[in-house]
T-cell receptor
Framework: EAGVTQFPSHSVIEKGQTVTLRCDPISGHDNLYWYRRVMGKEIKFLLHFVKESKQDESGMPNNRFLAERTGGTYSTLKVQPAELEDSGVYFC??????????????FGPGTRLTVT | LAKTTQPISMDSYEGQEVNITCSHN???????ITWYQQFPSQGPRFIIQGYKTKVTNEVASLFIPADRKSSTLSLPRVSLSDTAVYYCLVRGNLIFGKGTKLSVKP
């Protein structure tokens, strides 16, 4: 069974540019989460999809970040325009169903974003 | 939201049992306790989850006392490959915290 995949693995952009990160969850997983870790800091929750709906987006830092999950399959996280403080590693995770089983999240390898 | 507290780091030797304790004094009635492992340059990996008493799988055991204000992850006979950061999470929030950096020495 394929795990959670993320693309690209690494992105270097200039301040003010736009970047779109992609996450493909494990097939059949309704729950999809985005997290990020900025340099030297802890992993922070960004948002949670249940199928195509945003269940919780309380962790999104500001309106420069837009997450979508059209059709309830893969998800994209767009940063526009990117700022220096957006640099870090962005993780995606997925989990099945509801209830207790949904707490077991499977993480992707992350996308390392560098804004210069 | 339930906050967790773990030791920043721990050292061990190959073949020893390692116990990492996490405090979560404000855990809610419906909260489960979940532990993740993270290697450098990788995403966290689910290890084990529990609600009360003891849970065991092929990787670890999780001990939770009756008051549920803490939990202990037990890794039997660690090897060098168990060197990683271990995170304790309490369901109800998705806050990873600083985790515990475990270093296993030969």
């Amino acid at each position: 069974e394929a795990g959670v995949t993320q693309f690209p693995s690494h992105s270097v952009i200039e301040k003010g540019q736009t970047v779109t990160l992609r996450c493909d969850p494990i097939s059949g997983h309704d729950n999809l989460y985005w997290y990020r870790r900025v340099m030297g800091k802890e992993i922070k929750f960004l948002l949670h999809f249940v199928k195509e709906s945003k269940q919780d987006e309380s962790g999104m830092p500001n309106n420069r970040f837009l997450a979508e999950r059209t059709g309830g399959t893969y998800s994209t996280l767009k940063v526009q325009p990117a700022e220096l403080e957006d640099s870090g590693v962005y993780f995606c995770a997925s989990s099945p169903g509801q209830g207790v089983s949904s707490y077991e999240q499977y993480f992707g390898p992350g996308t390392r974003l560098t804004v210069t | 939201l339930a906050k967790t507290t773990q030791p920043i780091s721990m050292d061990s030797y190959e073949g020893q049992e390692v116990n990492i304790t996490c405090s979560h004094n404000n855990i809610a009635t419906n909260d489960y306790i979940t532990w993740y492992q993270q290697f450098p340059s990788q995403g966290p990996r689910f290890i084990i989850q529990g609600y009360k008493t003891k849970v065991t799988n092929e990787v670890a055991s999780l001990f939770i006392p009756a008051d549920r204000k803490s939990s202990t992850l037990s890794l039997p006979r660690v090897s060098l490959s168990d060197t990683a950061v271990y995170y304790c999470l309490v369901r109800g929030n998705l806050i990873f915290g600083k985790g515990t950096k475990l270093s296993v020495k030969p």
